[in-house]
């Protein structure tokens, strides 16, 4: 798996002309910062006004805005599915599995429907907002909540923690490893979004790399180089979670 | 008025199952009482109504003069000991004990010494930026005590807290409890289903069986007098002897035996208890016995019988020489047997 990858990385540092007549490389070449400079800032799209650069950042936002807000909203619907008493809380928290057979893909026109009546067609809240609620992080809190002594709930409770301490103070803290978790899955998730940004963008402005990708045009080594780049967010975010990930694991018991 | 008022509490679970059945109970300012019966009694249950955890079906509990049936178990001012400990795990012992107090509103200052002195009491002061999973067992317990002494509470609540430990510390902490609870006066629960736990720790003894209370007295008071047939067999060890006999104007039959006692009673279906180191071993012993089984403990010896069909224990120092499948001799002293009615299952 990483020889592929490196030939790409190795060619990408060799310029278009030398590729063109020699083919793939397995050494590197020196044309790396020229390369990778060009690639970054150089306009692209079809009316040259996005840059590699802008189109990170857009994925960067919309994964982190994603990861975040699904974070968010399943440990809370975690919480009040697993702690308060509701009455129907085990079919509601069926009919928000359910949701797991619906796809994104089938919802799409309805979803884009909302958004453009909320005029949040080439915002980031339009990017993030109907993507931002997964329910098999919810499904993962849940049983992580149900895991938890009931004595510990009412320890505190004797302790007197209200309902959103107790949230703050024990279960953000106990889930800690599944929050990484959840979060490097739904940052992945979100970074590879295609078909979504694609509908809910006209502005080549909120274009992100994964559509980039596919409307890069030009030399070979330049798109070898953003291929490699665009590998990066997605690797920091794994390598720097993987290490609270780890932590968390040692830690709780 | 006692300090703690329990009056006809009862607890009926939504799917029908009484847990506590009309139970009233007064418990003294200081005093150690302990909780105890079989699992699934409801001595938990009980405890878990005085913390506030459990709803009421009905009754009233007050505390100190204060009807507390619906106050919240924060404002209750009761602490709790919980069987697992319940130790927060994502924080350090300092935290576990101080976060009850943080709640509260006291000073940074105030909760400083506070935990700094429980934790000296307890001689736990130099764990205190440890978390729970790296503290032993017995520094656990410690930690869980900590956090229910540090707030200075009305009431201790204990629920079995010690049988998490194995067998010496369990000793070891048992001790100390009563130390501590003589040493800071707060009246304190204590629930178990061990009788030698409660017999060590309990001013009084409140035995319980299927959510009724069956008696209420000191551990002398209970051995001594058992008041029906279920608190006889239940305390003490071994169990308490109990055959099925006929006593007719005073004198008890048990199959071909018959033993004299000190009334002239006459009971058609009854029950004659006789604890196993009540059964005295001699020469001249007016009854004999086939030794079927014999346990030797150490200091003591364990000696399985019948009469009868009827299985009996007793008791002795393992200094006489007894092997099974001797014939031994014993006496009974009429003032050690207890008599039942089997009907009621009240002491006669």
């Known amino acids: 798996m990483i020889i592929p990858v490196w030939i ?29 400079s060009r690639v970054l800032f150089k306009k692209s799209g079809f009316f040259k006004e996005i840059t590699a650069f802008k189109m990170f950042f857009n994925s960067f936002v919309m994964a982190i805005g994603i990861a975040t807000l699904s974070v968010v909203t399943s440990l809370m619907a975690a919480y009040g599915l697993v702690y308060f008493k509701i009455k129907y809380a085990t079919i509601i928290f069926w009919l928000i599995f359910i949701t797991l057979l619906v796809p994104l893909e089938l919802r799409i026109m309805p979803s884009y429907i909302i958004m ?10 339009g ?47 106990l889930s800690k490893t599944m929050i990484a978790a959840v979060f490097i899955f739904m940052f992945v998730f979100g970074y590879n979004q295609y078909l979504w940004p694609l509908i809910m963008t006209t502005s080549e402005q909120y274009w992100t790399v994964v559509m980039g990708l596919k409307t890069m045009y030009g030399s070979i080594s330049d798109r070898f180089a953003f291929v490699i780049m665009s590998m990066i967010p997605p690797v920091i975010i794994i390598v720097f979670l993987q290490k609270l990930f780890i932590q968390g694991i040692f830690q709780s018991k | 008025m006692g300090f703690l008022e329990l009056q006809n509490i009862t607890k009926i679970y939504p799917n029908g199952t009484k847990a506590v059945d009309e139970t009233s109970l007064n418990i003294d300012n200081g005093e150690f009482v302990v909780f105890v019966g079989p699992s699934g009694c409801g001595k938990s249950t009980l405890l878990r109504m005085i913390a506030g955890l459990e709803d009421i079906t009905s009754g009233k509990i007050s ?12 404002e209750r001012d009761v602490a709790m000991v919980f069987q697992n400990y319940a130790l927060y795990p994502h924080m350090s012992v300092f935290n576990n004990m101080s976060y009850g107090l943080k709640n509260r509103g006291i000073s940074k200052d105030e909760i ?23 503290l032993s067992g017995g520094q656990r317990q410690r930690v869980a005590m900590g ?34 609870q003589r040493q800071m006066g707060v009246t304190s629960i204590f629930v178990t289903h061990d009788q030698t736990e409660a017999m060590t720790l309990g001013d009084r003894i409140v035995v319980i069986n299927n959510g009724v209370v069956e008696q209420v ?7 001594s007098k058992p008041k029906t047939k279920f608190v006889a067999e239940f305390i003490g060890s071994p169990q308490m002897n109990l055959f099925q006999s006929k006593i007719e104007n005073g004198l008890a039959k048990i199959s071909d035996i018959q033993i004299k006692l000190n009334n002239t009673l006459n009971i058609e279906d009854a029950c004659v208890g006789i604890r196993p180191d009540d059964i005295l071993i001699s020469d001249k012993g007016e009854y004999s016995s086939l030794a079927n089984l014999v346990e030797y403990l150490g200091s003591d010896m364990i000696i399985y019988s019948s009469i009868g069909g009827q299985e009996f224990s007793c008791k002795l120092s393992s200094k006489i020489n007894l092997k099974a499948g001797d014939i031994f001799k014993f006496d009974i002293s009429p003032s050690t047997v207890h008599i039942f009615d089997n009907v009621t299952g009240y002491r006669a």
């Open chain 1, 8 to 36: 790409i990385f190795a060619s990408s540092t060799h310029s278009s002309l030398f590729i063109n007549t020699n083919g793939l490389q397995f050494f590197l070449g020196d044309n790396f910062v020229e390369n990778y």
């Open chain 1, 116 to 125: 453009s009546k909320l005029n949040l067609v080439n915002t980031f809240a």
């Open chain 1, 127 to 173: 990017l993030i907002l109907p993507i931002s609620a997964s329910a098999i992080a919810t499904f993962f809190f849940r049983q992580f909540y149900k895991s938890i002594p009931d004595e510990l709930l009412e320890a505190a409770k004797l302790d007197g923690t209200s309902s959103w301490r107790f949230f703050i103070d024990f279960l953000v803290p």
């Open chain 2, 63 to 74: 505390l100190d003069g204060n009807l507390i049936n619906n106050i919240d178990p924060s």
């Open chain 2, 112 to 134: 400083n010494n506070k935990v700094n002195d429980v934790a000296k009491l307890l001689e736990i002061d130099q764990l205190l930026s440890r978390k729970p999973s790296m």
């Open chain 2, 147 to 180: 956090r229910a002494i540090v707030r200075n509470p009305k009431i201790f609540l204990f629920d079995e807290p010690l049988s998490n430990l194995d067998a010496k510390l369990r000793n070891q902490m048992r001790l100390e409890i009563k130390k501590l």
């Open chain 2, 217 to 223: 007295g000191t551990p002398k008071d209970i051995y």
